[in-house]
T-cell receptor, first 114, second 114 residues
């Protein structure tokens, strides 16, 4: 079982709709969760971080965390063509020996159609 | 937001030469920096973790004598690809950890070895 799993997509949504991106993780010790957006040929950009159960909203983005179900999601409201990118879910597992590292999912490619 | 710069953005070098890539956190101090490599249409691959003032920790399969990492200060880490070969051609991305374990990526360096 992969440590962080995402559906690779592509997820296609019409402009103006809500895009829902999902991620599951295997390590129950995970404490911090992040969503990155990566455009083709560019580096990842941090768009959301979430640390406790529930919802966290920032503009058109809402991150949702359910630690009991080991599930993280990202909702993008009023999707725009400029949101078309690959969205990476990343999970931080504390490590007492060495610096904690992010574990990334393989990403979900989102296509927002006109 | 936190800004990480990376230089150069693109480099073309001949086989057998060495290339140095610089990564700087511009508006925050980063005790931990990370170096990733990404091949086209593939996931990010963590190469090494570097902490200021100490030796880098390399991931399994990454040659530490080939990929030299120096983290000389809280805002600067360098990656030197020694004796580069065409198979080292890739997109190299650094990342710096800020507060609350948020990790910010530089814009990346596209290395082409001819």
């Amino acid at each position: 079982q992969k440590e962080v799993e995402q559906n690779s997509g592509p997820l296609s949504v019409p402009e103006g709709a809500i895009a829902s991106l999902n991620c599951t993780y295997s390590d129950r010790g995970s404490q911090s969760f992040f969503w990155y957006r990566q455009y083709s040929g560019k580096s990842p950009e941090l768009i959301m971080s979430i640390y406790s159960n529930g919802d966290k909203e920032d503009g058109r983005f809402t991150a949702q965390l359910n630690k009991a179900s080991q599930y993280v999601s990202l909702l993008i409201r009023d999707s725009q063509p400029s949101d078309s990118a690959t969205y990476l879910c990343a999970v931080l597992v504390p490590n007492t020996g060495t610096a904690s590292k992010l574990t990334f999912g393989t990403g979900t490619r989102l296509q927002v159609t006109l | 937001g936190a800004v990480v710069s990376q230089h150069p953005s693109r480099v073309i070098c001949k086989s057998g030469t060495s290339v140095k890539i610089e990564c700087r956190s511009l508006d925050f101090q980063a005790t931990t920096m990370f170096w990733y490599r990404q091949f086209p249409k593939q996931s990010l691959m963590l190469m090494a973790t570097s902490n200021e003032g100490s030796k880098a920790t390399y991931e399994q399969g990454v040659e530490k004598d080939k990929f030299l990492i120096n983290h000389a200060s809280l805002t600067l880490s360098t990656l030197t690809v020694t004796s580069a070969h065409p198979e080292d051609s890739s997109f190299y991305i650094c990342s710096a950890r800020g507060r609350a374990y948020e990790q910010y990526f530089g814009p990346g360096t596209r290395l082409t070895v001819t």
